[in-house]
């Protein structure tokens, strides 16, 4: 299996940047993608980005531009740079470990509040 854990997301002033880091464990070698996602209040959960081992990227419309995703595969970390944070960024963010088999894992989720 593999466990997630996130670092604390926080309140940042829009404008702001916020670092977020997400450390696999456990059959790390099984996983592919390392993404983030996030859900706000009444919405479903959307994609943020991904980064597949080889270092392939993909990233929402909403982010693009503004967050940066990064992976680092030794110390099997994913991370998310964000910059030029707005309200609507707020949400709880997910970190997301797919495996070669298409399996799902996800991270207990951390909130990011972005203040006006």
């Known amino acids: 299996q593999v466990q997630l854990v996130e670092s604390e997301g926080g309140l940042v002033q829009a404008g702001g940047s916020l670092r977020l880091s997400c450390a696999a464990s456990g059959r790390t070698f099984i996983i592919d993608t390392l993404g983030w996602y996030r859900q706000s209040p009444g919405k479903q959960r959307e994609l943020g980005a991904t980064?597949?081992?080889?270092?392939?990227?993909n990233y929402a419309d909403a982010v693009k531009g503004r967050f940066t995703i990064s992976r680092d595969n030794a110390k099997n970390t994913v991370y998310l740079q964000m910059t030029s944070l707005n309200v609507e960024d707020t949400a709880v963010y997910y970190c997301?470990?797919?495996?070669?088999?298409?399996?799902?894992?996800w991270g207990q989720g951390t909130q990011v509040t972005v203040s006006s």
């Open positions: 980064i597949t081992r080889g270092g392939r990227i």
């Open positions: 997301n470990a797919r495996t070669y088999g298409g399996s799902d894992y």
